[in-house]
């Protein structure tokens, strides 16, 4: 029996930990930078904020579709996994003298050169985010990629939890309250280091060429896994039934990402308008929602492993439904947070790892094996497309209708989710259940 391969995709999730370190800074420092230094109001800076997904839309695809056609020595993700990540460092390290610069002496030529750095940052992300995150599939046989892709998102957690570790410390609020301006290069270069860090190991240590090959040896051995057909020419195509597949599950990752987001965005300012509750309030529910996450790994994993990928989502979009349903009743009849809604919020994290641990295994095993980066590409396309027009749909709903609209609007996509993915016929590959520290590996 196959078994995955655990320190090489801890290894190969070191791509993904730089990834997700970054847009934890990212998303934390910017916004203060562009409202306290540069003063901007939040409108502008949520327009800019809104740019990498805006960006994301065109890049992933195309970034994701040409390294499938690349062919280098080291490999076909590589080489944009490399060139991303120095574009991106040397690029971060520049940003804090700008900010620095325009509080010394404002000028309209330092927000303008801050604003177009930040931009060929976000393109220099997306140079590497989806090879990056192809070069799982890459490397691990169709029947483990839930597996493999739980211990990517795991990666990605911890390159969250290293930058919220380094911040606390660099800046705890003793030295940040009340200052009229902060230096941020130490946390940028700190930042930096854990990106290079982690990508140099992963070059050292993962010989993407030769893996890949025998990963294709391997699947060669199991034409079973493969869902292409050969068309008159000898050319591999995908069946008409497994692109409608492909089209319904696409659809499901767009309607669960509607529907998520669209709570996460909004739920600060709902909780401060529905319930008189403040930033606290809310960051508690959504820490909340987060550990109960990454505790759920393991059950997760038994049930993935028992009732395979497809059984799996379906869980969790019926659990995430209740859950939204049930956070409008509780935070419309009461003004205070309460054990009820936590428990609500735990199990709504469980619903969206067994969501999306599983979703992008799903996408790529409808794919030949030529096509990953660029079937990669189209799960970000569909997920990055729902981020996008959520906060702007969600908002004009909650201001011209009802703030109170926020969880019966998540509901209903996340619901019309559900009969888009039983449509879904293609991409599962259920397992034998294992127990105790073996489910460990099914996350």
Same mark, same amino acid.
């Given at each position: 029996?196959?078994? *995955?391969?655990?320190?090489?995709?801890?290894?190969?999730?070191?791509?993904?930990?730089?990834? =997700?370190?970054?847009?934890? #800074?990212?998303?934390?420092?910017?916004?203060?930078?562009?409202?306290?230094?540069?003063?901007?109001?939040?409108?502008?800076?949520?327009?800019?904020?809104?740019?990498? +997904?805006? @960006?994301?839309?065109?890049?992933?695809?195309?970034?994701?579709?040409?390294?499938?056609?690349?062919?280098?020595?080291?490999?076909?993700?590589?080489?944009?996994?490399?060139?991303?990540?120095?574009?991106?460092?040397?690029?971060?390290?520049?940003?804090?003298?700008?900010?620095?610069?325009?509080?010394?002496?404002?000028?309209?030529?330092?927000?303008?050169?801050?604003?177009?750095?930040?931009? @060929?940052?976000?393109?220099?992300?997306?140079?590497?985010?989806?090879?990056?995150?192809?070069?799982?599939?890459?490397?691990?046989?169709?029947?483990?990629?839930?597996?493999? +892709?739980?211990?990517? +998102?795991?990666?990605?957690?911890?390159?969250?939890?290293?930058?919220?570790?380094?911040?606390?410390?660099?800046?705890?609020?003793?030295?940040?309250?009340?200052?009229?301006?902060?230096?941020?290069?130490? *946390?940028?270069?700190?930042?930096?280091?854990? #990106?290079?860090?982690?990508?140099?190991?992963?070059?050292?240590?993962?010989?993407?060429?030769?893996?890949?090959?025998?990963?294709?040896?391997?699947?060669?051995?199991?034409?079973?896994?493969?869902?292409?057909?050969?068309?008159?020419?000898? +050319?591999?195509?995908?069946?008409?039934?497994?692109?409608?597949? *492909?089209?319904?599950?696409?659809?499901?990752?767009?309607?669960?990402?509607?529907?998520?987001?669209?709570?996460?965005?909004?739920?600060?300012?709902?909780?401060?308008?529905?319930?008189?509750?403040?930033?606290?309030?809310?960051?508690?529910?959504?820490?909340?929602?987060?550990? &109960?996450?990454?505790?759920?790994?393991?059950?997760?994993?038994?049930?993935?492993?028992?009732?395979?990928?497809?059984?799996?989502?379906?869980?969790?979009?019926?659990?995430?439904?209740? =859950?939204?349903?049930? &956070?409008?009743?509780?935070?419309?009849?009461?003004?205070?947070?309460?054990?009820?809604?936590?428990?609500?919020?735990?199990?709504?994290?469980?619903?969206?790892?067994?969501?999306?641990?599983?979703?992008?295994?799903?996408?790529?095993?409808?794919?030949? &094996?030529?096509?990953?980066?660029?079937?990669?590409?189209?799960?970000?396309?569909?997920?990055?497309?729902?981020?996008?027009?959520?906060?702007?749909?969600?908002?004009?709903?909650?201001?011209?209708?009802?703030?109170?609209?926020?969880?019966?609007?998540?509901?209903?996509?996340?619901?019309?989710?559900?009969?888009? #993915?039983?449509?879904?016929?293609?991409?599962?590959?259920?397992?034998?259940?294992?127990?105790?520290?073996?489910?460990?590996?099914?996350?």
């Amino acid at each position: 029996m196959m078994k *995955l391969n655990n320190k090489r995709t801890i290894l190969v999730g070191l791509a993904f930990l730089s990834i =997700c370190a970054f847009w934890q #800074m990212y998303d934390s420092v910017i916004p203060l930078i562009l409202t306290k230094t540069f003063k901007i109001n939040e409108t502008i800076s949520g327009a800019v904020m809104a740019a990498d +997904n805006v @960006l994301a839309l065109f890049l992933l695809p195309i970034f994701g579709s040409l390294s499938d056609r690349t062919d280098t020595r080291i490999g076909k993700r590589t080489p944009y996994i490399l060139t991303g990540t120095v574009l991106a460092v040397v690029l971060l390290n520049i940003l804090p003298f700008l900010d620095n610069g325009y509080y010394a002496s404002p000028s309209a030529g330092k927000l303008a050169g801050f604003i177009v750095l930040l931009g @060929l940052i976000l393109i220099s992300m997306g140079i590497y985010r989806s090879p990056a995150v192809a070069l799982m599939p890459d490397v691990t046989p169709k029947p483990l990629r839930s597996k493999a +892709n739980a211990i990517i +998102n795991l990666m990605g957690a911890l390159g969250g939890i290293l930058y919220l570790i380094v911040a606390a410390l660099m800046y705890p609020n003793s030295k940040v309250a009340g200052a009229e301006h902060v230096d941020y290069r130490p *946390l940028f270069i700190v930042v930096s280091l854990i #990106m290079a860090v982690s990508i140099i190991i992963m070059y050292a240590t993962i010989r993407e060429k030769e893996l890949n090959r025998k990963n294709q040896e391997l699947e060669a051995e199991h034409p079973e896994w493969n869902l292409a057909e050969h068309d008159a020419s000898g +050319n591999e195509v995908l069946p008409r039934e497994v692109r409608r597949s *492909l089209g319904f599950l696409l659809a499901s990752i767009a309607l669960w990402f509607i529907g998520y987001n669209g709570v996460t965005t909004w739920f600060t300012t709902y909780v401060d308008k529905v319930m008189g509750q403040g930033l606290g309030g809310a960051s508690t529910c959504m820490l909340i929602a987060t550990g &109960g996450a990454i505790v759920s790994y393991i059950p997760i994993g038994a049930l993935a492993s028992k009732a395979g990928r497809k059984r799996t989502i379906m869980s969790g979009i019926i659990i995430l439904a209740v =859950c939204f349903m049930s &956070g409008f009743f509780l935070t419309t009849l009461s003004s205070k947070l309460n054990i009820v809604m936590f428990i609500v919020f735990a199990l709504m994290g469980f619903a969206w790892a067994a969501i999306n641990v599983n979703s992008l295994p799903m996408v790529v095993e409808m794919c030949r &094996g030529a096509d990953i980066g660029k079937f990669t590409g189209y799960y970000y396309t569909a997920s990055m497309a729902a981020q996008v027009a959520t906060p702007i749909l969600a908002g004009t709903l909650m201001r011209h209708v009802d703030y109170r609209i926020l969880f019966p609007y998540a509901t209903i996509f996340v619901a019309a989710s559900f009969v888009t #993915m039983s449509k879904v016929m293609h991409g599962d590959s259920p397992a034998e259940a294992k127990k105790g520290l073996e489910a460990f590996e099914d996350m």
